[in-house]
T-cell receptor, first 117, second 111 residues
Framework: GAVVSQHPSWVICKSGTSVKIECRSLDFQATTMFWYRQFPKQSLMLMATSNEGSKATYEQGVEKDKFLINHASLTLSTLTVTSAHPEDSSFYIC?????????????FGPGTRLTVL | RKEVEQDPGPFNVPEGATVAFNCTYSNSASQSFFWYRQDCRKEPKLLMSVYSSGNEDGRFTAQLNRASQYISLLIRDSKLSDSATYLCVVNVNTGFQKLVFGTGTRLLVSP
């Protein structure tokens, strides 16, 4: 089946620093990638949808200047958390989809656990 | 009201038992429906899509009732390895997918 990787799998950083998370589709071309965030004991929440070569579409309440998303190729999307604060500590999960439409399956990466001190 | 609601559980059942999970969704225009499984501190994995006609995959049966905006998952002959959190997921968009996840129902299968 389709494989999606994320790097790093976990990161601890100081408040005020920026952290970049990579999401790669290893064996298929992902026109669309999605970024989610999951706080403890809560559901996954969609943060943004990114299409290769286009600007990402952010969900309401997600600051686009704080969570920078780049989808420069059909196999790589990056999420940069700028000026991270403790409240940004969460489990960040990406998913990749061939077209991102209809009933296309989203394949999830293993997630990145971010802890901001 | 939450867009997708599930009983958080936990459901504690013995091996071999049959267990059913329910889920309701609020957006009547929702397009497609799924059950995902999430193990502790891991990413969600697709268990099955849910169709109006109902569908079965081995020990797992999913049902959709659009009129009542209700989705169910039935697990027969529970195994220890079925212990996980089961997420009800709804795609609420007609264009690009927007998956809305329930908070999940935790299942614990004991020997």
């Amino acid at each position: 089946g389709a494989v999606v990787s994320q790097h790093p799998s976990w990161v601890i950083c100081k408040s005020g620093t920026s952290v970049k998370i990579e999401c790669r589709s290893l064996d298929f071309q992902a026109t669309t990638m999605f970024w989610y965030r999951q706080f403890p004991k809560q559901s996954l929440m969609l943060m943004a949808t990114s299409n290769e070569g286009s600007k990402a579409t952010y969900e309401q309440g997600v600051e686009k200047d704080k969570f920078l998303i780049n989808h420069a190729s059909l196999t790589l999307s990056t999420l940069t958390v700028t000026s991270a604060h403790p409240e940004d500590s969460s489990f960040y999960i990406c998913s990749a989809s061939n077209s991102g439409r209809g009933t296309d399956t989203q394949y999830f990466g293993p997630g990145t656990r971010l802890t901001v001190l | 009201r939450k867009e997708v609601e599930q009983d958080p559980g936990p459901f504690n059942v013995p091996e071999g038992a049959t267990v059913a999970f329910n889920c309701t969704y609020s957006n009547s225009a929702s397009q497609s429906f799924f059950w995902y499984r999430q193990d502790c501190r891991k990413e969600p994995k697709l268990l099955m899509s849910v169709y109006s006609s109902g569908n079965e995959d081995g020990r797992f049966t999913a049902q959709l009732n659009r009129a009542s905006q209700y989705i169910s998952l039935l697990i027969r002959d529970s195994k220890l390895s079925d212990s996980a959190t089961y997420l009800c997921v709804v795609n609420v968009n007609t264009g690009f997918q927007k998956l809305v996840f329930g908070t999940g129902t935790r299942l614990l299968v004991s020997p």
